[in-house]
């Protein structure tokens, strides 16, 4: 278990950007890869993006790839989601976990995008 506290969320209209960010407790989060998912009303989890242990491998879902961007820093325990031009259809509560087995999920982040 890797115990995990996902903030960064808030509302914003479309077009524009949030920073999310994920902080891991314990000493192990530089062996994980981690990924960002997101749940929208109504809808399952989805997969957003995930980056290797090491930073040398990232990948985005179709749908926000060219607006998102996942990166992490092991010294902080903290993975980030930078996330541009948003649009509507992003809305969600946004969590991070390992990937790709995932832990306990915590309690997430809410994204809102207004028109």
């Known amino acids: 278990q890797v115990p995990l506290v996902e903030s960064g969320g808030g509302l914003v209209q479309a077009g524009g950007s949030l920073r999310l960010s994920c902080t891991v407790s314990?000493?192990?989060?530089?062996?994980?890869?981690m990924g960002w998912f997101r749940q929208a009303p109504g809808k399952e989890r989805e997969f957003v993006a995930r980056?290797?242990?090491?930073?040398?491998?990232?990948s985005l879902a179709n749908s926000v790839k060219g607006r998102f961007t996942i990166s992490r820093d092991n010294a902080k325990n903290t993975v980030y989601l930078q996330m541009n031009s948003l649009k509507v259809e992003d809305t969600a509560v946004y969590y991070c976990?390992?990937?790709?087995?995932?832990?306990?999920w915590g309690q997430g982040t809410q994204v809102t995008v207004s028109s």
């Open positions: 976990n390992t990937y790709p087995s995932v832990g306990s």
């Open positions: 314990g000493r192990t989060f530089s062996i994980y890869d």
């Open positions: 980056i290797s242990w090491d930073s040398s491998r990232t």
